[in-house]
């Protein structure tokens, strides 16, 4: 049988496919914990991260060439707070949160953006969660 090029549809539809079989699928299983703490890791691959803590205090979440969400809507946080420090060279990290906890952001960002500012809901009166760090080419959102 002979060699042919695949043309522009058939190379589409290939890669399509072969990112919606269940392999791919398989390297996007978060990692769950229910510790008060933790700290992970991402290079050259994804990171879904599950925090379902109820008493929240601290975390750090370090990224190179990746793509990282840490997913804080399950979570409560301790009643002093919390901090998440983040790293990141050439790479995203999303963090999600719950609509009503104050967070601020003292992250640097060298050649990357930062989108943290969110309204305050509870005027100083509860917890907070303080996200630090540094950002290098890449990206970090608090939503």
């Known amino acids: ?45 994804g990171l879904k991260i599950l925090v379902r803590s109820q008493q929240f205090r601290s975390g750090s979440v370090t990224a190179v060439l990746s793509g990282v969400t840490l997913d804080l809507r399950d979570a409560s946080l301790s009643a002093d707070g919390a901090t998440i420090s983040v790293q990141s060279a050439l790479s995203g ?3 999600l949160v719950p609509s009503d906890w104050d967070v ?31 950002v290098v080419a890449g990206g970090l959102c608090v939503r």
Do not use: K, Q, Y
């Open 93 to 95: 990290i999303d963090i």
């Open 104 to 134: 601020t952001c003292d992250v640097e960002a060298v050649c990357g953006g930062i989108d943290g500012d969110r309204p305050s809901t509870s005027a100083g009166r509860g917890p907070r969660l303080r996200v630090t760090g540094t």
């Open 1 to 45: 049988m002979e060699a042919r090029e695949l043309d522009r549809d058939e190379r589409n539809a290939t890669a399509a496919a072969w990112f919606e079989e269940d392999e791919f699928e398989e390297l996007s299983e978060p990692v769950i914990t229910d510790e008060d703490s933790f700290e992970h890791g991402a290079a050259f691959d």
